[in-house]
């Protein structure tokens, strides 16, 4: 009886890792499918100029020869990323839709004046609070312009901008799904909770960063920027009081300053 036990248990680890190993191979040639159809998209040189009008995001990201159209079946409207960003997520999209993980980015990549334009409209809302409320309120979920992770086309906002969405049914699973996977393909949460003391916006379970790309624009906007550069729009003479820089630009996730650190 001992051997026939162990004969049984024998061919259920077997088929175990059968089934993982069939599934890491499915996975490996999805990858490297999307890499057949999206190698010419992005460009032989190794590195993007990082200068200050990239990091302030005041350029137009739709004629800059490193931003790409993100296509119409994978975004809620016109979008675009940059083309590293973009080869990155379309593997990650590829596979999770094997999993029957429906990903849609709602959000993509704004430059200073799309940043103004949403900051300027949310310092009218709160007109009756005064002006270093007005900004915090504000900076709970949007950035002040020059000082968004989405000037630089490395961040998205996925399927929905209520954190809400994510703790059940369809939601919950993307969510999980992103948690899990998400990192091998580049891409981090920055903005999670708020228990370890990180600083700066509320929780997004929505926003994901492509840190291979990111990290290099941090490290180069805390050694160039400086808060004279943070101006141009209402309310921008508070960015220093309000610590804009130390608090909101740098206040990551410590899973994500991690990946700063080996980098």
């Known amino acids: 009886m001992k051997n026939l036990l162990f004969f049984f248990i024998f061919i259920i680890l077997f088929n175990c890792n059968k ?28 590195e993007i100029k990082i200068d200050k009008d990239f990091l302030l995001g005041k350029f137009d990201y739709k004629t800059h020869l490193d931003f790409i159209k993100v296509d119409s079946k994978l975004s809620s409207k016109v979008l675009f990323l940059q083309k590293e960003t973009y ?13 029957e993980i429906n990903l849609i980015i709602i959000s993509g990549t704004r430059n200073f004046e799309e940043q103004k334009r949403i900051w300027n409209r949310k310092w009218e809302k709160y007109k009756n609070l005064s002006p270093v409320e007005r900004a915090e309120k504000i900076m709970e979920y949007s950035s002040m312009p020059a000082t968004s ?12 901008l209520n ?4 703790d059940s049914g369809e939601g919950e699973k993307i969510y999980d799904w992103l948690v899990k996977n998400a990192n091998d393909y580049g891409f981090y ?13 509320n929780l997004e379970r929505w926003h994901w960063s492509y840190l291979p ?3 290099k624009y941090l490290k180069s906007y805390n050694s160039q920027i400086s808060y004279d550069d943070i101006s141009g729009f209402d309310g921008a003479e508070y960015a220093d009081n309000l610590k804009s820089i130390q608090d909101y630009v740098n206040g990551i996730s410590e899973n994500a300053k991690k990946f700063e650190i080996k980098k």
């Open 213 to 215: 790309l990111a990290s």
């Open 19 to 46: 089934n993982i190993e069939a599934k890491n191979t499915v996975k490996a040639e999805l990858e490297h499918e999307v890499e057949d159809k999206v190698e010419d998209k992005v460009d032989a040189k190794d």
């Open 189 to 201: 949460q920055v903005y999670n909770d708020k228990i370890s003391g990180r600083t700066g916006y």
């Open 87 to 99: 080869v990155a997520f379309l593997k990650m999209h590829t596979v999770a839709k094997a999993e």
């Open 149 to 160: 992770r989405h000037h630089w086309g490395t961040d998205l906002d996925l399927n929905n």
């Open 163 to 166: 954190n809400s969405y994510f």
